[in-house]
């Protein structure tokens, strides 16, 4: 069974930084690309950054460009995010989830790999960024 785990949301200032992480299991970490994905309110969930552990490379989408950094781990089956120079419009709930990218001329779009059947999203890690 395939078991993703976030963690480490939380409040900030806008200003402020967090690291999430999330911690896979039940399939083989360096096949799959992991990445961040979030849904703010009333807001259809967009994917944030894609982390490919076997290719050591991160991408992220034009919003978090600069501020977020992705990285894995993979003895330890986790991949990381952190998030520095948090903006209000970052608040949301964060989810993990395999992903594949998508290159539009420079801009990266973060989309779920479907390959990885991992059931439902989870309850995912709430960030919240006040101003």
């Known amino acids: 069974e395939v078991q993703l785990q976030a963690s480490g949301g939380g409040w900030v200032q806008a200003g402020g930084s967090l690291r999430l992480s999330c911690t896979a299991s039940?399939?083989?970490?360096?096949?799959?690309?992991l990445g961040w994905f979030r849904q703010a309110p009333g807001k259809e969930r967009e994917g944030v950054s894609c982390?490919?552990?076997?290719?050591?490379?991160?991408w992220y989408i034009d919003s978090v460009k600069g501020r977020f950094i992705g990285s894995s781990d993979s003895a330890k089956k986790t991949v990381y995010l952190q998030m520095n120079t948090l903006k209000p419009e970052d608040t949301a709930v964060y989810y993990c989830?395999?992903?594949?990218?998508?290159?539009?001329?420079?801009?990266?779009?973060?989309?779920?790999?479907?390959?990885?059947?991992?059931?439902?999203w989870g309850q995912g890690t709430q960030v919240t960024v006040s101003s």
């Open positions: 989830g395999a992903c594949f990218v998508v290159d539009y001329s420079g801009s990266y779009r973060v989309f779920v790999d479907n390959r990885v059947d991992f059931g439902s």
């Open positions: 039940g399939f083989l970490f360096d096949e799959y690309s």
């Open positions: 982390i490919s552990s076997r290719e050591g490379r991160s």
